[in-house]
């Protein structure tokens, strides 16, 4: 991220640009707010009013003068940023400035100087803002801090009673002054000198006061801390108002005033030497920071991940005229190599200063990695990786015109917290020498004397220069200098139409039976596959026509991590750049190209990822899905024995370099002599030949012709072309020396086969060589050869020198061997703590299943007192039903007696013989007796029966009264008696069914965890 603002601010969100100074956490009340009047007469006192309320705002974007605009779009460019964070200071003030908690801080402000309301504004370079409404100002303790600043807006913006319209101009200079304007007259209604302004600060997003912004100033004499704030309508324009703040704040005004004219630069006086030094501290959990270790011989600090850190930056100036720094502008930190200015991430200030001797500045930043942004260097990589971190600070120098930053390029590895470390660690610093070239210029306004940058450059980008030509040299140069580009030339996929029907009738017997080639296949591969069906016939050269089980085998890999990654990823930007469809960064066939490369260095453990196959996997790419070109390139390495090449320190190789040696003695004798003489091996040009199968300098027309050869006759076509290569180059290597003859094969040749049809001449000339025919034998009459030779100079050479080269390789076997068992060690220690881990947790999880079971258990034995509790209640309820039950019955039968008694005796009554017969009792009657007082007795009698009728009567209703109310009582004892049972049966079938279930669920699952 470049060290600005304006992007910060115009990202939206709130806040501007901040510091935190001691004693700033003590927030204050308001204990002023009156905003500048703007009648013409004295500014008010600000601290005499009542606070004022909030007004309605309306505002346009800023107006600006021509020259205005200019410089505000040149500081735009110069200080673009993309981060969420950034540093802005204004080099007037002292202390830490902190751009990242959404406030602008560092600037020292005086009052409101003396109004002038009636005064003109003074011509100055300057951005007014129009249709802005000052809602007043308070006092504040703590003129630095965000949280004071942010509340004081919360209450004027509340509280304003008496709202004021005003325009607000904001310099566009250092020495410039900040003035508040009557809309109507334009006069000047209070001024605020940019060098005593402190801070500022906007409001927070999704807050009422998203739409203000205030600043600080230091007024009478820094006695007192004024807060002034201001709304506007536009909620974009907040930003470009503090952006105007930032630009104004960016040029210091401690500059050095001159007496006379300073002498004129000599040639080299105009470089100053800078040496800044970078170190990192980890927190080492005992409250204070450590250094972290830094490998020697890699020049790589070592950090361990998750810990707090802070950064350390020496600055110091080794020659020319000391230039003073006044202010850090910004700390920042990204992961990678070569970031864009977007990229970096802001890092908090803590302190910034002169060290103890007065020689070095020193800056310190606090960095906490385990932030998003940081993720890449807060995993640990594996062992022997390595990753790239870039740090940068911006320096306001007095004398510069802009600011200046160092870059400084670090490698790091992060490591395990229980690594230990050994020997080859310090905890030195990483240094690096910079060269700053500066230019006297001379500012008409304050005729101070100025430099301006001219280039800044590191000891490392010199070094480079020295070993790289530069772009004049490279453009004044012949074409004919220039290698030509891995992925040149195009090839069409129009092919004449007897052709394509000589293919197509070829490829529909083939489809019949894949196992067995067709007899006219290896003619019509040496004329050239057509383009179109190149795809196609590769796979069903190559016997990959089923290869699902690769498909799937592929999918698998590429989510795997390969030790190679970083080798594979430098190799994919240099694959054919020449290639529209592998040149951009990140694109579709740098990706598929990545994913190739990345999964046969899985699956091929032995060999990895070899440089140069990325040129193959690429040839693969243009002419099939990702998941075939890999099947096929597996299909290569491993059928084709490309893969022997790379063995036993390139063994095979070398073989393959004497074989080509033969043969050129057998068939280009003058060649081979000459370049006997000149000294010229063929390992010096035949390397990339065979190790990338001519895909690496050639063009793409030639290549894809070499492909079709090799699959259908196997890796002598190499041979093969590599001969007809030197035949028709015969000519022009025997008039050069071994540099030029280098050269030659550099540059010339790959050039010469651009053409389509010098292509076609070189593989007519490979294929109708004889050596094609007899190539098997001869390889195999000099590979014994080689063989016979090699054991030749085992046995001539000396004991020693051959104890020495099988120490060599034993040792390096044994370097192996430890890094693998290191790697194993890693592993078992790694896997030993995960299973730990799991173990705690699986015995975390049984604590909680036995502590479950005893709740259960527990829960069962109250559910079984409950249960045995119920049945008693249940028996208690059945013996009592039936007792009653029992009662009722008896006095049902006694009161059905009773009522046949009583019928009886009514019919009896009322029949006139036998109540003759009987008596009132139901006795008989003596009959003589009866017939004497008969007579005297009749009224009485009747008398008498219808007083015991009207008893016998009332006691019937008595008795039918009892009965109903009997039944009601058996009723409600059958309904009281159904209900227990009910609670009973559902008290069964509910909780304790459930409890049981659990139970049973419970111990079940146990039994199977332990058997």
Excluded at 350 to 371: A, H, L, V
Excluded at 394 to 408: G, K, M, S
Excluded at 445 to 452: A, G, H, Q, V
Aim: proline letters at 4%.
């Amino acid at each position: 991220m470049d060290p600005s603002v304006a992007d910060q601010i115009l990202s939206g969100g709130g806040g501007g640009w901040g510091d935190q100074v001691g004693g700033g956490d003590h927030v204050s009340q308001p204990t002023t707010a009156v905003p500048p009047q703007s009648v013409p007469q004295p500014c008010p006192d600000p601290l005499s009013d009542p606070l004022n309320t909030l007004p309605k705002v309306e505002m346009v974007l800023p107006v600006q003068s021509a020259q205005g605009a200019q410089e505000s779009e040149l500081n735009e460019r110069s200080y673009r940023g993309e981060s969420e964070q950034g540093y802005q200071i204004n080099p007037y003030t002292e202390g830490r400035e902190r751009f990242g908690s959404r406030a602008i801080s560092g600037f020292r402000n005086s009052s409101s100087s003396e109004c002038s309301p009636s005064t003109p504004i003074p011509d100055e370079d300057s951005v007014v803002f129009n249709k802005l409404t000052y809602l007043g100002c308070a006092s504040v303790n703590a003129p630095r801090s965000e949280v004071e600043a942010l509340c004081m807006m919360t209450v004027l913006r509340g509280q304003c009673q008496l709202p004021l319209d005003v325009t607000l101009s904001v310099p566009g200079v250092s020495e410039g002054t900040v003035r508040l304007l009557d809309p109507q007259t334009s006069t000047e209604i209070a001024s605020y000198p940019i060098y005593k302004i402190m801070f500022c600060v906007r409001g927070h997003d999704g807050t009422p006061e998203t739409d203000c912004f205030a600043f600080t100033e230091s007024h009478y004499n820094a006695e007192i801390f004024r807060i002034h704030v201001f709304r506007c309508e536009i909620q974009e324009a907040v930003s470009r108002i503090l952006y105007s703040f930032a630009t104004a704040f960016r040029r210091s005004a401690k500059k050095t005033l001159l007496s006379g004219l300073a002498p004129p630069l000599t040639p080299d006086s105009d470089v100053f030497t800078f040496t800044v030094s970078l170190e990192i501290k980890e927190d080492d959990g005992k409250g204070t920071f450590s250094a972290v270790a830094k490998d020697k011989d890699k020049n790589s600090f070592k950090l361990r991940p998750g810990m707090d850190k802070k950064v350390f930056i020496y600055v110091q100036q080794t020659s020319n005229k000391e230039l003073s720094i006044e202010r850090c502008f910004g700390l920042l930190l990204s992961p990678g190599k070569n970031v864009k200015n977007s990229d970096m991430h802001l890092l908090d200030l803590e302190s910034m200063g002169k060290s103890s001797d007065g020689k070095s500045y020193i800056i310190t930043g606090s960095w906490n990695p385990n932030t998003p942004q940081f993720q890449a260097v807060n995993e640990e990589t594996a062992k022997d990786t390595f990753i790239y971190m870039t740090t940068a600070v911006d320096l306001v120098i007095t004398e510069v015109e802009e600011p200046v930053r160092f870059l400084l390029e670090t490698r790091v590895r992060v490591c395990s917290p229980n690594e230990r470390l050994f020997w080859p660690f310090s905890k030195r610093s990483y240094t690096e020498t910079f060269y700053l070239k500066l230019r006297q210029m001379e500012r008409k306004r304050n005729k101070d004397t100025l430099y301006e940058v001219l280039s800044l450059e590191s000891e490392l980008e010199r070094e480079r220069k020295k070993t790289t030509a530069s772009p004049n040299i490279l453009q004044s140069a012949s074409q004919g200098s220039m290698p030509l580009l891995s992925g040149s030339g195009d090839v069409s996929k129009e092919c004449a139409e007897k052709i394509l029907e000589t293919w197509g009738d070829l490829l529909s017997k083939w489809h019949l039976n894949l196992s067995v080639r067709p007899k006219q296949l290896p003619a019509l591969v040496r004329s050239g596959v057509p383009e179109a069906l190149r795809g196609e016939v590769w796979q069903l050269l190559a016997g990959c026509h089923n290869n699902d089980h690769q498909v799937e085998e592929y999918r698998t890999l590429i989510t795997k991590e390969s030790p190679q990654d970083s080798a594979i990823t430098r190799d994919i930007n240099r694959t054919f750049p020449a290639h529209d469809y592998f040149k951009d960064t990140g694109g579709d066939g740098q990706d598929s190209l990545y994913k190739i490369c990345k999964a046969y260095s899985v699956y091929d453990e032995e060999i990895g990822y070899c440089q140069g196959q990325s040129f193959l996997a690429a040839v693969l790419l243009l002419h099939m899905p990702e998941e075939q070109a890999f099947s096929v390139l597996v299909k290569i390495m491993f059928d084709y024995g490309l893969r022997d090449l790379f063995k036993q320190n390139f063994e095979d190789l070398h073989c393959k370099f004497f074989q080509l040696e033969r043969l050129m003695q057998e068939y280009i004798p003058d060649l081979y002599n000459h370049f006997l003489n000149v000294g010229l091996e063929a390992h010096m040009y035949a390397s990339q030949w065979f190790l990338t199968l001519f895909t690496a300098k050639f063009p793409l027309y030639m290549v894809f012709h070499i492909i079709d050869l090799l699959l259908c006759e196997g890796i002598s076509v190499i041979f093969n072309v590599a001969l007809a290569l030197l035949k028709t180059s015969r000519e022009d290597l025997l008039a050069t020396d071994f540099e030029g003859a280098l050269k030659f094969f550099r540059v010339p040749v790959p050039k010469r086969y651009r053409s389509e049809e010098n292509a076609k001449k070189l593989m007519e000339l490979a294929c109708s060589m004889k050596v094609l025919q007899s190539t098997l034998k001869k390889l195999k009459k000099y590979e014994k050869e080689y063989d016979s030779m090699r054991e030749q100079q085992e046995q001539q050479e000396a004991p020693i020198e051959r104890y020495e080269r099988e120490n060599r390789r034993l040792q390096e076997a044994n370097m192996r061997l430890e890094q693998e068992n290191d790697d194993l060690a890693h592993e078992l220690v790694s896997s030993k703590i995960a299973l730990r881990k799991d173990l705690d947790n699986a015995e975390e999880k049984a604590d909680a299943l036995n502590k479950e079971l005893l709740m259960t258990k527990q829960k069962l034995v109250d559910s079984e007192d409950e249960k045995r509790r119920l049945e008693e209640e249940s028996a208690q309820l059945k013996e009592m039903c039936r007792r009653e039950l029992g009662k009722s019955e008896s006095e049902i039968k006694k009161n059905g007696s009773i009522i046949g008694d009583f019928v009886l005796h009514l019919k009896v009554e009322g029949c006139e013989k036998c109540s003759i017969l009987f008596n009132k009792e139901g006795r008989l009657k003596a009959v003589r007796k009866m017939k004497e007082g008969s007579e005297e007795e009749t009224d009485e009698e009747k008398e008498g029966l219808k007083n015991q009728l009207r008893e016998m009567e009332l006691e019937l209703a008595q008795t039918k009264l009892q009965l109903v109310e009997a039944e009601c009582k058996i009723q409600d004892l059958e309904h009281t008696l159904g209900l227990a049972l009910n609670e009973v049966q559902a008290a069964k079938k509910t909780w304790f069914n459930r409890t049981l279930t659990s139970i049973k669920t419970v111990t079940g699952a146990q039994g199977k965890e332990t058997t």
